[in-house]
């Protein structure tokens, strides 16, 4: 039965499905927070990234105590701390920091400026205004600091942004090629590609496009003859080497005896589902790593931030362009599409007006639901050490400093976990919206 | 013949059956196997049969919506069976189709005007999105709507509306040939009335050659001027629509017919109830496909496909016995 | 309750309570089904008609549907009476399958397809009548010998989706049956179906309703089933009793507008010859339960539509003689009309 009082538009319906999911009301409320502190990471943080200094050192300082309660009059007072003295513990030769009340109390001062550490907003606006701070030679360090010194707040709104963004873009990527590819092999599956021209179709435009298949194949051809040479000239003679010779030539002699005469037809979907197969069938985290060891690992950092981008989104397009296929698949046999094709529509138009749409409501929930998994991934491949590098900074990264010294840094410096907990509450964060997006825009789940 | 628009040959449509591991061919529906009809200007032609008799694959062959396996297709005089896309555009804005389902025929995310307008936009009819909207607006009255419901979605429409809707769509090109597949089976009985009489209106007014695709006979009866009687792919009898239901010469035809229950409860007639179901369309039998389920058959009929030959004026039927009925 | 009664409603009413407000999809239905009779329900979709037979299972899916109001008095094989909106959910499940059957319009998705449909109809007949398995089979294979599948005790050991469709019906009768229910619910049993075998489930339902006695209660919404299976007629508008009448005089005088209206739009085969040029259209939709016209809800389709009259409040179910009944304010004077 069809409501026929309400114009509500869809969107309107999701909106209002989505608020009655409390728990993903407050997931997009957290990740409101992480972003907005991420992308104006200098306001937010205290110092800079990188900022340490060699006298007196600061390594594993943990997080400065804030006072509320004079020690004088006993009353409240405003914040304040107090600096801090550096001592060395004489068995285990760790520091150990002390308040030190002679140098007198330090007020948090907000809206500080800091000269000595301007900051740019966007890459583009230069400032030195940060929310909060304590005048020097006093520190804050709300979470502590790292083995050099440096606060490991600041370090983690840094790292936010990084490992943020690299699972959206992630996501991004990997949702391009999945829709494409994906719609693609819906919507031709059953009409095979024409990949090569037999000689007797050229003429008009196959009088190009004839010899320019034949050149792709050939190409094609010749490389897998010369790939079987280089595997006999690295390795020698062997069983393998003449199986990988005999797999080359019969490459080449089905391709010449079938160029000429019959065209060579590719169904996008096999080619395409078959990808996705084999990108499946190997474990993530080492083909990560493999494809990572394909790259050269000195490059400067921010190449390789692009890089974890692109081979995490590559790894992770199949699931959804595994998804695409089939909605591309039902949508194609729907009547409204056949009504277009009656009207005489072309395929672009019948692939973007009413095809893709219709998978939009899975690919947002998909999307929404894989940023996490891109997120921890990312973390992974920085724990690893091959993720983004200094001078940037992930959280994969920080928890990667994190485990120097073994169990000890967790029962000596328990603060330097707090990048995992800012891991764990964005991932889940993520994983509410996707889950109240699932219920706000799947008809059958509405109550 | 004289003023014929649409004129079927032979049409045979075979859908493949891929099995294997190599997804080779290894059988084939032949959901249709040989039909043969024409229909003149301004005149409906009815085409009924129960699931699997194919009459919607040839609704669909017809506009070439799906690609025949064989046969011919004559549209006004011209073959287009075998024209490519690009030769085949400005015959998509003279023929048309109206789809039984009114629910997956309308897109969702589109809202009334543009799904109607969409067929304009494509043959570039009305230079302005003034003058399409205007057009809409003017469709929308035609079908009985108002033009206030440019903006809503489509969900926001009874069965009966929307498929008002898809008739506005496929009117808006001003076709000269709709095929309508079974556009009233999926409405609530009061609203048949409504859309059977909208059609009937639009024909005479518009001046439409229609293709009526249904089950329901009685429907099928009201609207045409003559009546194709399907059955596993091929047509069993043809013939002008009140001659057909008065005086049925196929078996097919004559158990069809008293199959359907008549709503009077005083009416009492001899049933031919029909044993057995219809054959597999991939395994049909041999000879005439209808000899399993029909009680005048004789062990020739396994011989010889019959023909669809001429038994009274505008009369075909395709039977080898012509001492019954 | 009568003794002749095996199933009376009284005054049901079935709410849903959906995010845009009350859907009063049964509101205030009576009717009786008497032993051995078949009753059929007539009305298009939104009319209360399968949500009744719901009910009647107790079968309403709850969040969001829910029985607000009314009794369901059923009589029992023991002949005991009772009110089945107020038996628990274990008392119920006794009385379903093996007092009560039901028969559904999807014979695809009404089977289960990982059983075979002899394990199918034995696991029926072990629930309810505790009897062996290999007694089951037997009594299986008699089920479907009895509703006309040819080789019965080959088909036992068959998929549903190695039958066709008015084969997968037959096994829901026969599964339906199997208990030797009082009442079968047959819910649109052949809408899914083509009119040849159409023809055969109802003569199937016929024989089987002189050989074992049950009654039933017909949902359709197609005219001419009714007149060929019925005893008594209920048409139903937008969650109400609109009429009720023998199946003859129905067909013949009906007295409500939409009942008239109905029987009137239908095209009609028997009546080819002196068919008249266009269908007599109700005119408009059917009403969206949600938001229903104040007064009679049919009456922005009426023709005899009196402003002031008709759309102030719910015209009563009133008697018309002969045991019929109509929810119509002006049903003497339309009855005139005509006359």
């Given at each position: 039965m069809t409501v026929q009082a309400s114009s509500q538009s869809q969107f309107q319906i999701a909106l209002r499905q989505f608020r009655k999911h409390p728990l993903a009301v407050w997931g997009l409320r957290i990740l409101f927070v992480l972003y907005t502190v991420a992308a104006f990471a200098g306001f937010f943080s205290p110092y800079d990234p990188n900022y340490y200094e060699l006298y007196p050192p600061k390594g594993y300082h943990p997080p400065t105590r804030i006072h509320f309660v004079d020690p004088e009059t006993g009353g409240l007072s405003r914040p304040f701390v107090y600096a801090t003295r550096r001592t060395l513990d004489p068995v285990s030769l760790q520091p150990k920091y002390e308040e030190d009340p002679s140098q007198g109390k330090f007020y948090i001062r907000?809206?500080?400026?800091?000269p000595d550490q301007p900051y740019t907003l966007f890459r583009v606006f230069r400032s030195d205004l940060r929310l909060f701070g304590v005048d020097p030679p006093a520190r804050i360090f709300l979470m502590g600091t790292d083995n050099f010194g440096r606060d490991l707040f600041s370090r983690l709104i840094y790292g936010a942004q990084v490992s943020l963004t690299i699972g959206i873009l992630s996501a991004l990527v990997s949702f391009v090629l999945g829709m494409v590819l994906g719609g693609i092999a819906g919507y031709y599956s059953g009409r095979p590609f024409t990949l090569s021209l037999p000689l007797r179709a050229w003429r008009g435009l196959g009088l190009l496009l004839g010899p320019l298949s034949w050149a792709l194949w050939g190409g094609l051809g010749l490389g897998a003859l010369y790939l079987a040479w280089s595997y006999y000239r690295l390795t020698g003679l062997g069983f393998f080497q003449v199986l990988a010779f005999l797999a080359a030539a019969w490459v080449g002699v089905r391709l010449v005896l079938t160029l000429p005469f019959r065209p060579i037809r590719i169904d996008a979907d096999d080619l395409v589902m078959r990808a996705v197969e084999i990108i499946a069938a190997i474990p993530t985290l080492f083909l990560l790593i493999s494809l990572r060891a394909v790259f050269p690992t000195n490059v400067d950092p921010l190449t390789t931030f692009y890089l974890v981008v692109g081979l995490l989104g590559f790894i992770g397009w199949g699931g959804l362009a595994r998804v695409v296929r089939g909605i591309v698949l039902s949508v194609r046999e729907m009547d409204y599409v056949q009504a277009a094709r009656a009207m005489g529509a072309s395929d672009a138009r019948i692939l973007f007006r009413h095809v893709l749409p219709a998978t939009a409501s899975y690919v947002i929930v998909s999307l929404s639901l894989t940023i996490p998994g891109f997120i921890l991934a990312e973390s992974g491949l920085s724990f690893l050490g091959l993720g983004v590098t200094e001078p940037y900074t992930s959280w994969g990264l920080l928890l990667q400093g994190a485990q120097q010294g073994g169990f000890a840094s967790f029962v000596d410096r328990p603060w330097v976990l707090w990048p995992g907990f800012f891991i764990f509450v964005s991932i889940m964060a993520w994983n509410f919206v996707g889950d109240g997006l699932r219920d706000a825009l799947d008809p059958r789940r509405r109550r | 013949m004289n003023g014929v628009l649409l004129e079927v040959k032979d049409l045979k449509k075979h859908f493949p059956i891929r099995g294997g591991v190599l997804s080779r061919v290894v059988g084939s529906v032949k959901a249709v196997d040989g039909v043969s009809f024409s229909i003149r200007k301004g005149e409906v032609l009815g085409l009924v049969g129960e699931s699997g008799s194919g009459k919607t694959t040839v609704g669909r062959t017809v506009l070439r919506l799906i690609e025949p396996t064989g046969g011919r297709i004559l549209f006004d005089g011209q073959d287009i069976t075998e024209l490519p896309r690009e030769k085949l555009r400005p015959f998509r804005r003279r023929m048309q189709i109206i789809f039984q389902d009114p629910f997956s025929s309308l897109n969702p995310r589109m809202t009334v005007g543009d799904i109607i307008a969409e067929p304009l936009l494509i043959h570039g009819i009305g230079k302005t999105p003034k003058e399409r909207t205007e057009r809409v607006a003017e469709l929308l009255k035609l079908v009985g709507l108002s033009p206030d419901h440019m903006r809503r979605y489509p969900h926001e429409f009874s069965g009966g509306q929307r498929q008002r809707i898809g008739i506005a769509r496929a009117l808006a090109v001003a076709p000269e040939f709709i095929v309508a597949d079974e556009p009233v089976s999926a409405l609530d009985v009061s609203i048949q009335a409504q859309v059977v009489n909208l059609l009937q209106d639009l024909k005479e007014e518009l001046g439409l050659t229609l293709l009526f695709i249904a089950h329901d006979l009685a429907v099928v009866e009201y609207i045409s001027d003559r009546v194709a009687v399907m059955y596993l792919g091929k047509v069993m009898e043809l013939a002008p629509a009140r001659e057909l239901y008065r005086n049925p010469k196929h078996p097919y035809t004559e158990a069809l017919l008293s199959a359907v229950p008549i709503p009077d409860p005083t009416v009492k007639r001899e049933r031919i109830v029909l044993q057995g179901d219809i054959p597999s369309p991939i395994n049909p039998p041999s000879g005439c496909v209808f000899r399993t389920r029909c009680r005048y058959a004789l062990p020739e009929c396994a011989q010889v496909v019959p023909e669809l030959k001429e038994?009274?004026?505008?009369h075909y039927k395709a039977c080898i016995r012509d001492d019954i009925l | 309750m009568d003794e002749k009664r095996l199933l009376e409603v009284k005054d049901l009413k079935v709410h849903f309570f959906t995010d845009d407000g009350v859907v009063k999809a049964v509101d205030g239905v009576s009717f009786h089904v008497n032993r051995g009779e078949t009753l059929a329900v007539v009305g298009e979709s939104g009319s209360g008609k399968s949500v009744t037979s719901l009910a009647i299972m107790r079968l309403i899916p709850s969040p969001p549907g829910r029985i607000v109001g009314g009794e369901i008095l059923f009589r029992g094989k023991d002949g005991k009476v009772r009110d089945l909106t107020k038996l628990s959910e274990q008392e119920m499940r006794r009385i379903r399958g093996n007092d009560i059957a039901m028969i559904f319009q999807e014979p695809m998705t009404s089977l289960n397809p990982v059983y075979t449909v002899g394990d199918q109809i034995a696991e029926a007949i072990m629930l309810h009548q505790g009897k062996s398995r290999k007694e089951a089979m037997e009594l299986a294979a008699h089920m479907l010998e009895l509703v006309g599948i040819p080789e019965p005790r080959k088909r036992l050991s068959n998929y549903p989706h190695q039958m066709s469709g008015g084969m997968r019906q037959r096994v829901m009768i026969a599964m339906a049956l199997s208990c030797n229910p009082s009442l079968l619910i047959a819910d649109e049993p052949t809408t899914a179906l083509d009119v040849t075998i159409q023809a055969q489930i109802l003569e199937l339902m016929k024989k089987l309703q002189e050989e074992l006695g049950m009654a039933i209660l017909f949902i359709t919404h197609n005219l001419g089933v009714v007149a060929e299976m019925a005893d008594r007629v209920v048409v139903m508008y937008a969650g109400r009793v609109v009429e009720q009448a023998d199946v003859v005089p129905l067909f013949q005088e009906p007295l409500h507008p939409y009942t008239r209206g109905l029987l009137r739009s239908v095209p009609r085969l028997d009546l080819a010859a002196e068919r008249k040029e266009r269908l007599e259209a109700i005119p408009g939709n059917v009403p969206n339960p949600l938001y229903l016209p104040p007064g009679c809800a049919f009456h922005p389709r009426c023709k005899h539509f009196v402003a002031g009259l008709c759309d102030a409040e719910v015209p009563p179910l009133e008697d018309a003689g002969d045991g019929r009944q109509v929810r119509c304010v002006r049903w003497r004077e339309i009855r005139e009309v005509r006359a």
């Open positions: 907000f809206f500080v400026r800091t | 038994v009274a004026p505008g | -």
